[in-house]
């Protein structure tokens, strides 16, 4: 097994120096130049970019590992290592000039996930985490909240963008929520959410239509935060099931229920 403490200080510098190019071609990227993928889910020059840097930095790190990316720059897969990339997530944001904007990258060996950075570039914030070693934000160790009850909670969260199939009952989650908790949040980026989840920013996040790249490095850094993750259902199925709930361990159960009770 490679040395991850060494791999995560050379991914992390990798990481940022993706962020600086993509937080410099901002002033270049306009409206008309923006390509749709779906209804809703765009893709820019830079976005595009950014996979590349990082897939060529990332592979000189690990020869033999294979990736799993969003924007398809590599087909490349391993049995033993892994990357998880998600090269620019808020771009929706990133094209109207907003923040969050982020750079979550996450390392698995045999499937399961053991490395895991949120850059977010508005604020020059790099979460990370390794296994079994705690999370991070900028070199000083995160956990989630300690909130203990929904109704004291603030929860991120976001809305799907063209799956549509269970909108009606997520606008229900969105109406219980507004009235049985401190509020709700949305900021256009799951990388980021998630990361505020780590940090005790939020205290907890859910949402539906979301893919491995935008999850997987904000869920294990949770959890090494003391966090817990699963799908609607309550099972593991979160990376590649689209769907996700998280939360700290003491508000869990009773957060997983709601949402378990109202999307059937």
Not at 74 to 82: A, G, W
Not at 199 to 214: I, N, Q
């Amino acid at each position: 097994m490679v040395n991850l403490d060494d791999i995560l200080i050379k991914s992390v510098e990798i990481i940022k120096k993706t962020g600086v190019f993509i937080k410099n071609q901002q002033k270049n990227v306009t409206k008309d130049i923006v390509e749709t993928k779906s209804l809703h889910d765009f893709v820019t020059f830079v976005d595009k970019e950014s996979e590349k840097f990082l897939v060529d930095n990332l592979s000189a790190l690990i020869p033999d590992a294979g990736f799993i990316t969003e924007e398809k720059t590599t087909t490349k897969y391993s049995e033993n290592y892994n990357w998880i990339i998600d090269p620019l997530d808020g771009t929706t944001n990133y094209i109207h000039g907003l923040f969050p904007v982020c750079v979550s990258v996450a390392l698995q060996y045999q499937k399961e996930t053991v490395l895991g950075v949120v850059y977010e570039i508005g604020l020059d914030e790099c979460f990370w985490a390794v296994k079994d070693k705690g999370a991070f934000l900028n070199g000083y160790k995160i956990k989630v909240s300690d909130t203990d009850k929904v109704e004291n909670t603030l929860i991120a969260t976001g809305f799907p963008y063209y799956d549509y199939k269970h909108l009606p009952q997520f606008m229900q989650t969105i109406e219980y929520f507004m009235q049985h908790s401190h509020g709700l949040r949305r900021l256009g980026s799951a990388a980021a959410d998630l990361a505020y989840v780590a940090c005790g920013r939020c205290d907890a996040f859910y949402e539906y239509s979301l893919k491995a790249w935008d999850v997987a490095a904000g869920a294990f850094i949770i959890q090494e935060a003391g966090g817990k993750v699963s799908d609607f259902s309550g099972e593991k199925n979160y990376l590649f099931g689209q769907e996700i709930v998280t939360s700290n361990s003491l508000v869990f159960n009773e957060f997983l229920s709601i949402i378990k009770r109202i999307i059937k």
